[in-house]
């Protein structure tokens, strides 16, 4: 917001990947006296989404709900499954992976780190060679991300159980879906995944504040021999509370009505369709990246993240410069760059509640955006990106 405006009329355009823009319906729906944790009325509502919660993972385990930010489950999956000593095999996917694998240093567990560009998934081929190298069966468990969040790259966690089954390995398979859950395909159970960590403030379209963990049976297995120290984020206490419809302590019971609204909108729309929207906005936000002759920072069309979109601006230019232009001029908010590429691309957040007029008004602010900052680029990307939805919805309609 400019520093002479005390305000600015319409809606901020929220375009970063998360925390994203909440729909009126969830601010209603959350829009609530605090009720009683203990009492009956909770109970109903615990019941709710505990169990709508598991058709979003795809899962028929439990699903813990954290009061807690997404870092929080993340530290909650390597806690109650490992010991301290155990090795975990990680993916150096971007930013995310990175932050995960310094935390399981800091709890005492050794990360065994594949290195990679910052422009790629994780790859299954390179994960079966480390575990079959593994022949003490040190690598208790393999850890990526759905989603790296920070690069716009998609892993394809089905073929990293694949790799794991074909190394013959017994390892655990963690996945981070923080930014993909509920906006692209993820399947707990038919998958393999042993935890699956989410968080409510992206494809769930609520406000940070809780967190996820799914189980496998052989996760849960996994917790009664874990010897991490565990107290706040253990699952035990609260899985044997879950079953009563209750929490250890006090949850955020006014994300969980939340929670309880997104659950229901996400099948009103069809979860299938859900997706079909992300693929579409996203592939017309690289149609657009393209035709201002701007690079993808994510190098393979198998990996392109239908959630956000990192775009690297030409040499000389300043990425942060460019973000705070357009911050300026048109209220409209972008992602930040990390590590080898910092202040060389932007990201754009296409996730949750989007539709294709968000889309357009986003690109079209990008676009004057790049003008006022003086980024050379050919113009028409916004037409690009409106050409080829126009062009999706003929399709659907005839
Ligand atoms: C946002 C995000 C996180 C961190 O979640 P917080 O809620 O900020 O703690 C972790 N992993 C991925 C992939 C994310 O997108």
């Known amino acids: 917001m400019a520093s002479n405006r005390s305000r600015t009329a319409g809606r901020h355009f929220l375009q970063i990947p998360g925390p994203s823009p ?22 109903k509502l615990a019941r709710r989404v505990l169990d709508g919660v598991k058709t979003i993972f795809k899962t028929t385990n439990p699903v813990i709900i954290f009061p807690s930010s997404g870092t929080g489950a993340w530290e909650a999956a390597l806690v109650n499954t490992l010991s301290p000593g155990d090795h975990v095999l990680m993916f150096e996917t971007g930013q995310f992976g990175t932050l995960w694998k310094k935390m399981a240093e800091k709890l005492g567990i050794v990360p065994v780190f594949i290195a990679s560009d910052w422009r790629t998934g994780a790859d299954p081929k390179a994960i079966e060679a480390k575990l079959r190298e ?127 609204e997104a659950i229901d909108m996400l099948h009103e729309e069809g979860l ?65 760059s990390f590590g080898p590429y910092a202040g060389k691309y932007f990201r754009i957040g296409h996730l949750g509640d989007i539709n294709d007029g968000t889309l357009i008004g986003a690109l079209a602010l990008t676009e004057m955006a790049l003008g006022v900052a003086g980024v050379p680029h050919k113009k028409g990307g916004t037409q690009a990106a409106m050409d080829y939805l126009a062009e999706d919805a003929k399709k659907r309609t005839n």
Not at 22 to 43: E, Q, S, V
């Open 22 to 43: 909440i729909p009126d319906r969830i601010l209603r729906a959350m829009d609530m006296p605090i009720i009683d944790h203990r009492g009956p009325a909770f109970g």
């Open 272 to 336: 299938e369709n859900v997706f079909a929207r992300h693929d579409r906005l996203a592939e017309a936000t690289r149609r657009a990246v393209r035709t201002w002759g701007l690079e993808i920072l994510c190098k393979e069309p198998k990996h392109y993240s239908s959630t956000i979109t990192a775009i690297f601006l030409p040499e000389g230019n300043n990425a942060d410069q460019f973000r705070a232009t357009a911050l300026e001029n048109f209220d409209i908010s972008y992602g930040a």
């Open 134 to 260: 593994d022949k003490e069966k040190k690598i208790k468990a393999v850890a990526v991300l759905h989603n790296e969040t920070s690069t716009g790259c998609v892993s394809p966690v089905a073929e990293v159980r694949k790799a794991i089954d074909a190394a013959g390995h017994p390892a655990l398979l963690l996945v981070d879906t923080i930014s993909s859950l509920a906006s692209i395909d993820y399947r707990h159970d038919e998958w393999g995944v042993d935890v699956t960590v989410g968080g409510s403030q992206k494809g769930f379209m609520l406000p940070p504040g809780i967190s996820f963990n799914a189980v496998s049976d052989k996760a849960l297995a996994a917790s009664k021999t874990s010897k991490l120290p565990k107290s706040f984020f253990g699952w035990e206490e609260m899985l044997a509370m879950n079953k009563s419809n209750f929490f250890p302590y006090t949850p955020a019971t006014n994300v969980l009505f939340g929670l309880a």
